[in-house]
């Protein structure tokens, strides 16, 4: 299994680890089953996300993945994060083995359940703007 | 503690030995002719592998004319199998009984079986990782062609009861056949006293080289050829013999059976020390039985956290170990291993496999206990799973 520096940077260093107490949005995606699981914590401000935090339970690909997607949409608008894709956050990690892609997605994924969430607390159907959330497959 | 390197996973593979080294080098450069040759350079190669082969049959209590080379355990088990398979489907037998914990090298040779119309019959194992004998007597019918059991098993290290299995198969005149992967050179094995049929065992788990292993054949079964060509291994398997790996084995062999209980004298108590201070780690389980296991294993469970981020941070940390994540298997589902016993996904998913042989020092296992709690703090501090367990709430 070949690592990136960065994904191994990623990984022993995560960015953003942790929760917000007073979250806009929060974001749970996966499962213990299949060994991953990620939540995301969105603070939003005007539109632009001001923080972000994650927890994950997952493989070194999960944890790198969850903090370089933190990492990208942390200062940005919704628009933005909601074009977040997990390609983006692959690159960004001078990418990851064929078998860890999937953890890419659930990055992505639980970005998007965040804002999903934040626009349910506005009285504003998500689905929308948002669209539907891939649950992994078992 | 500084940072140490630990090398903790010699179920997966080990070093090989300065003795073994040494016995091997004169065979690339100087030793180096063709077993088959008539010349002196050739029967000098010859006379090599054929002291090689008398002391795998020693450390097996077996003759050396039943002690076959092949090129890992892998082949061995699939010989053994595919091999017994294709003789007996002839006399109409046409079953096969084997356990759900088996390595893939049996298990996946066993699905090919059953593709090709064989019957397989997958026993169970205990919550401790224990073959239930009785469970091989019920299964055996009149088309059973053999019965393939571990010797020990290669995640949870539990040494299976291979007399009484192999006594219930010669009462009812089946082949036995035993994969001895893990166990060669870390318990005592006569196969003729525990009757063992065909045995697989590999080199580079007892400090020989990767790429060698032996199937021990008793004599009076007949195996069809594994490979055709020239009369290598008495025309069994054809291909000029990888001489240096064979003498190399033949040397690491009679060294890994000479002193077994000595080894396990020193081996076992750091291994119960490893046990029992881990398990102080709450939240935390050990795989397989405690007592009949192999001297240097230990496989716990801690849950909340998953496997491939433990080993990954013990590597930053020098320390080599193992898990049964789903990561580090390749699927999305955890070692079959440790479903076979009982263990939830999600538990299973958090194992860490550590072997440990007679270097693993005092102060390595000091070490060991003072790193592997810090690493499962700090991944439980990041893990939703293990917030949500100290909130009372349940993950399905």
């Known amino acids: 299994m070949m690592y990136s520096e960065k994904v191994l940077d990623h990984f022993s260093n995560p960015r953003n680890v942790g929760e917000i107490e007073d979250a806009d949005g929060v974001g749970e995606i996966g499962n213990a089953k299949c060994g991953d699981i990620m939540k995301m914590y969105l603070k939003i401000d005007k539109g632009i996300i001001t923080d972000a935090k994650f927890k994950t339970f997952g493989c070194g690909a999960a944890v790198a993945t969850s903090s370089m997607a933190t990492e990208l949409i942390k200062g940005r608008s919704i628009e933005d994060a909601l074009k977040l894709t997990n390609q983006a956050v692959v690159e960004a990690l001078d990418g990851l083995p064929a078998v860890k892609i999937h953890c890419s997605v659930l990055a992505e994924q639980a970005v998007r359940s965040a804002l999903s969430d934040y626009y349910t607390r506005q009285g504003i159907d998500p689905l929308p703007i948002v669209g539907e959330i891939r649950e992994p497959e078992e | 503690m500084e940072k140490r390197f630990i090398y903790a996973d010699n179920a997966a593979t080990t070093p090989v030995s300065e003795e073994v080294l040494a016995a091997m080098l004169p065979h690339f450069r100087t030793a180096y002719g063709n077993p088959s040759s008539i010349y002196k350079l050739g029967r000098d190669a ?10 795998v049959a020693k450390a097996l209590g077996a003759e050396p004319a039943e002690i076959f080379f092949t ?14 398979a294709e003789r007996l489907a002839k006399k109409g037998k046409k079953h096969i009984i084997t356990s759900v914990f088996e390595h893939h090298a049996i298990l996946h040779t066993c699905e090919y079986l059953e593709k090709q119309g064989y019957e397989v019959t997958y026993v169970p194992v205990s919550d401790k990782g224990i073959v239930d004998p009785e469970d091989i007597r019920k299964a055996i019918r009149e088309d059973t062609a053999l019965v393939s059991i ?8 539990t040494i299976q009861p291979i007399e009484e299995i192999a006594a219930i198969c010669h009462e009812k005149g089946v082949l036995f056949h035993t994969d001895a992967v893990q166990a060669v050179g870390h318990v005592e094995i006569d196969v003729k006293k525990q009757g063992i049929d065909m045995l697989s065992l590999s080199g580079h788990k007892i400090h020989a080289q990767k790429g060698i292993g032996v199937l021990y054949v008793k004599k009076g079964i007949v195996l069809p050829n594994l490979i055709h060509g020239g009369g290598q291994e008495r025309a069994k398997r054809a291909g000029t013999e990888n001489v240096p790996a064979i003498v190399g084995l033949g040397v690491a062999i009679e060294a890994a059976t000479r002193n077994i209980a000595e080894k396990a004298a020193v081996i076992t108590p750091r291994r119960n020390r490893l046990i029992d201070g881990l398990l102080t780690i709450p939240y935390t389980r050990l795989n397989g039985d405690r007592d009949r296991r192999l001297p240097g294993n230990l496989n ?6 998953e496997g491939e981020s433990l080993l990954l941070m013990l590597d930053m940390n020098g320390i080599c170990a193992s898990s049964g994540s789903a990561c580090t298997s390749g699927s999305l589902d955890p070692s079959h291993v440790l479903l076979s016993i009982g263990l939830k996904h999600e538990v299973a998913h958090g194992s860490l496999r550590l072997s440990i042989e007679e270097d693993v020092s005092d102060e390595d296992i000091d070490y060991i206990l003072e790193t592997v709690p810090k690493v499962v703090e700090r991944l439980r501090a990041m893990s939703p799973v293990w917030e949500k367990m100290m909130k009372g709430e349940k993950y399905e």
Do not use: H, P, V
């Open chain 2, 150 to 157: 571990m010797y020990a098993n290669n995640e949870i290290g």
């Open chain 2, 300 to 305: 716990i469970s801690f849950e909340g956290i």
């Open chain 2, 46 to 55: 010859q006379r090599d592998i054929e002291t090689a082969r008398e002391k």
């Open chain 2, 71 to 84: 090129s890992c355990g892998s082949e061995s088990d699939n010989w053994a199998l595919k091999g017994t």
